[in-house]
């Protein structure tokens, strides 16, 4: 019998599946220790890879931090925009989006956001960076705000000061319920934000 045998990958395909491993691994650690209790020996270990093959592609602790904060805002644009792609047109699609994007807050983009820019704000050039990427990930939740509320019939500054004020809030009760455990707390918020928001997003008809 004849066997199909899988093709080789090739060094390409095999540095970036090691790439990839070390940024799961970092990304993970960071999560579950916090910044300061991860090192990049923790990490190689996580990872399983070596020192060496971990320096090859980070030669230092900073180029790997940064490239871990970096993915993880990348990874979680992705499945921001992607879960948007299959939210029905129509009022119920703002509850879900908004619902979604405070799930994903409570995870670990959250965490790694906070250890990192805590690190990061007594240092001029990291706090550029820091400034540079996540502005990167607010320009592509804007982008994403803007194409699955256009329906609703506001205008772009409308829709903007609105998406404004949601991130504030969210950033706001993630980081307060780092201590408070009260789900209800943060839901009420939410549902008295998006009470508003609908009545100045969704379109009023009227008969004709």
Not at 87 to 106: A, F, V
Not at 123 to 149: G, M, R
Not at 168 to 197: I, N, T
């Amino acid at each position: 019998m004849n066997q199909t045998t899988k093709p080789r990958r090739t060094q390409a395909e095999r540095s970036a599946a090691t790439k990839a491993k070390i940024l799961d691994a970092a990304q993970s650690l960071i999560v579950k220790r916090g910044l300061a209790h991860t090192s990049t020996q923790d990490i190689a270990g996580e990872a399983n890879v070596s020192r060496g093959a971990m320096l090859h592609h980070f030669p230092s602790r900073n180029a790997l931090i940064r490239a871990a904060y970096a993915d993880m805002l990348q990874r979680e644009v992705t499945l921001v925009r992607d879960f948007a792609r299959t939210l029905p047109p129509g009022q119920d699609k703002l509850k879900e989006l908004t619902d979604y994007i405070w799930e994903r807050y409570q995870k670990g983009v959250f965490h790694v956001s906070m250890d990192y820019i805590s690190e990061a704000r007594v240092d001029a050039e990291e706090l550029s960076y820091v400034s540079e990427e996540s502005q990167k990930f607010n320009d592509a939740l804007n982008d994403v705000w803007h194409i699955e509320l256009a329906a609703f019939g506001c205008d772009p500054e409308t829709r903007q000061a609105m998406m404004n004020e949601f991130m504030c809030l969210v950033r706001g009760m993630a980081f307060q319920s780092q201590w408070r455990r009260e789900p209800e707390y943060f839901h009420k918020m939410l549902r008295d934000w998006l009470a508003r928001a609908q009545s100045v997003l969704v379109p009023r008809f009227t008969a004709g």
